[in-house]
């Protein structure tokens, strides 16, 4: 079962900041955040993943609350190319599997 | 070019044929994974492995067989006795690092519809 709770969907316009939500609260000290996205019919596309700070890459940012039992991935500007299903992902350090939940699906309007 | 292939991208079969989906890598991964999907629904691990010649059964193995013997490939065969195998199949690979696993990153999937 997935650890984590998104919300099934979200629009946003296009330009503006997106930001997705995620609920992990039974997350474990060493177990990470990770986010993936999938566009239809494509293998998921790693985005990013933090442990307690927050991270920024050249996709997106990941902020973590200090209790670490939320999570907001913001895509600073979205584009018509964001539109995709983004999972949110509680990973332990040693562990292999990746347990998707079914993610939100965020549809970036013109 | 580095990556993870698949192929093909879609297939075909008859029901209670075997069929075996490719998945290769070049960026010197040590494990990999076989993912299912079915419509509307997150990622299912089948089957995993971390070195060559050696695997691990995931939460859904049954009806379903792997082989690795060369650290590039990890090919996955759906068995007949695998009784609803229609659906999206995805590869990953990953870097075993101390104590642990890295980022995994996925292939682009193949679309097995049996008829």
Redesign the interface.
């Known amino acids: 079962d997935?650890k984590t709770t998104q919300p099934t969907s979200m629009d946003c316009a296009e330009g503006r900041a997106a930001n997705l939500p995620c609920n992990h609260s039974t997350i474990s000290g060493n177990e990470y955040v990770?986010w993936?996205r999938q566009i239809h019919?494509?293998?998921?596309?790693?985005i990013i993943?933090g442990l307690k700070n927050n991270e920024t890459n050249e996709m997106a940012s990941l902020i973590i609350t200090e209790d670490r039992k939320s999570s907001t991935l913001i895509l600073p500007h979205a584009t018509l190319r964001d539109t995709a299903v983004y999972?949110c992902i509680v990973r332990?350090?040693?562990?292999?599997?990746?347990?998707?939940?079914?993610?939100t699906r965020l549809q970036v309007f013109p | 070019d580095g990556g993870?292939t698949?192929s093909p991208k879609y297939l075909f079969r008859k029901e209670g044929q075997n069929v075996t989906l490719s998945c290769e890598q070049n960026l010197n991964h040590d494990?990999m994974?076989w993912?299912r999907q079915d419509p509307?629904?997150?990622?299912?691990?089948i089957y995993?492995s971390?070195i060559v010649n050696d695997f691990?059964k995931?939460?859904i193995a049954e009806g379903y067989s792997v082989s690795r013997e060369k650290k590039e490939s990890f090919p996955l065969t759906v068995t007949s006795a695998q009784k609803n195998p229609t659906a999206?199949y995805?590869c990953?690979s990953t870097h075993r690092i101390a104590?642990?696993?890295d980022?995994?990153?996925?292939?682009?999937?193949t679309?097995l519809t049996v008829l």
Do not use: E
């Open positions: 997935a990770y993936y019919s494509q293998g998921p596309q790693y993943h999972y332990g350090y040693n562990t292999d599997k990746l347990i998707f939940g079914t993610g | 993870i698949q494990a994974y993912y509307g629904q997150g990622l299912r691990l995993y971390q691990q995931g939460d999206f995805l990953a104590g642990g696993v980022t995994q990153y996925f292939g682009p999937g679309r």
